[in-house]
């Protein structure tokens, strides 16, 4: 039936304690390539669609998870030998040849949170980021495109928009610092400055006259180091 699915797994049971409603082992670890769990959808629509409700009231209601992934790594990993473990490992890929008119929008990920209560305090975060202990932790890397806060078409590295304070630099015990660092080469390769080159940073000031952004005054620093090239 295709308005209830083909496969379809309901769970009322009032009984107490955590219950599974299916459990999906492999525990053959020589079998590397192996899916435990294969989805294949080819056409429109969604694969996996998970809606959670939960009606809880007053102290039963506590934490709730829409997705679980706890990824436990027991294996040890031989000398000579680089791992990479993935919590999630996203590969979105447009082979299709299309239309000339048409227009083709791929999103890694999608997040959105509300809230609709209009009682009590509520805080809504879209991404909560931990990571630490290693020998070197990245909350997060960014290998190629704009980030935009508050655009959907940034056009920099990084386009901040807003009506308030765009950017807070808070630093506890010591001085708030950014640093400027130029460079001949390439970031990939890079080099010793030239000689002559004596500004190292700009910082511009522009305003939107006539429908288009004009620059309007720099703040430059410069040096009077005889760089030797």
Do not use: C
């Amino acid at each position: 039936n295709p308005s209830t699915g083909l496969l379809k797994v309901y769970s009322n049971s009032s009984s107490a304690g955590a219950r599974n409603i299916v459990d999906i082992v492999n525990d053959n670890v020589a079998a590397l390539a192996a899916v435990p769990l294969k989805i294949q959808q080819d056409s429109v629509g969604k694969s996996i669609d998970i809606a959670v409700t939960n009606s809880a009231t007053s102290a039963a209601f506590t934490d709730s998870k829409g997705i679980y992934l706890n990824y436990d790594k027991a294996g040890i990993v031989a000398d000579g030998v680089t791992s990479a473990l993935y919590g999630i490992d996203l590969d979105i890929d447009d082979a299709a040849t299309n239309h000339a008119g048409s227009t083709v929008t791929m999103t890694g990920a999608r997040i959105n949170v509300t809230s609709a209560n209009a009682q009590g305090t509520t805080k809504n975060i879209g991404l909560d980021v931990t990571v630490a202990t290693a020998t070197t932790s990245y909350a997060a890397l960014f290998n190629g495109g704009n980030v935009g806060i508050g655009t959907a078409a940034p056009a920099s590295t990084l386009d901040i928009r807003s009506t308030s304070t765009v950017l807070q630099l808070y630093t506890a015990g010591t001085r708030s610092q950014i640093d400027f660092v130029r460079t001949a080469g390439s970031l990939a390769s890079p080099a010793d400055i030239n000689a002559g080159d004596v500004e190292l940073g700009r910082i511009s000031f522009s305003a939107l006259e006539g429908g288009y952004i004009r620059a309007g005054a720099d703040i430059r620093g410069t040096t009077t180091e005889e760089w030797t090239g």
